[in-house]
């Protein structure tokens, strides 16, 4: 079984780039870096692995137009080991984890409040409720319930 679960701060933005194949038909194909802090660690060493990742079509596109450096997100997908040798007949080894799913792990207003409320081109953002306003799927708690009356 191949399968790789992390959790992580984008390193940088995301690149996106297209391949072009025979038919015409283009794929994204979006590298991007994770640093994954260490459970533990020793004196001297990082405190953070930083972990290459691929992710391809639509799930590259949304990675490229949702996810910015800073972010905190969850990746699932499967680890690649690329062996090859360079022009000056070097063996080289790149790892890297080929996205299959990919999640938020931080709100929007979170990752705002720690850059500053930069987040232009993030998820959502033509979509804001009028001042005051709640949105559809909240509604008020009634303060005057006292605790001690719950069930539970």
Request: charge should be negative; hydrophobic fraction near 35%.
């Amino acid at each position: 079984m191949n399968k790789v679960i992390l959790m992580g701060r984008l390193t940088r933005d995301p690149e996106v780039r297209y391949t072009q194949s025979a038919n015409g038909e283009s794929l994204a194909i979006t590298r991007f870096g994770i640093a994954v802090n260490k459970r533990f660690k020793r004196e001297g060493e990082p405190d953070a692995d930083f972990i290459n990742c691929v992710a391809f079509g639509k799930t590259g596109e949304f990675t490229g137009k949702y996810f910015k450096k800073g972010m905190m997100i969850s990746v699932v997908g499967r680890l690649s080991v690329n062996n090859w040798t360079d022009k000056e007949g070097q063996k080289r080894t790149t790892t890297e984890v080929i996205v299959e799913e990919q999640f938020f792990a931080e709100s929007k207003s979170s990752f705002e409040a720690r850059n500053g409320g930069a987040s232009s081109t993030l998820a959502n953002d033509s979509v804001k409720p009028a001042e005051g306003s709640q949105p559809d799927d909240f509604y008020n708690v009634d303060s005057s319930v006292n605790d001690d009356d719950l069930p539970f």
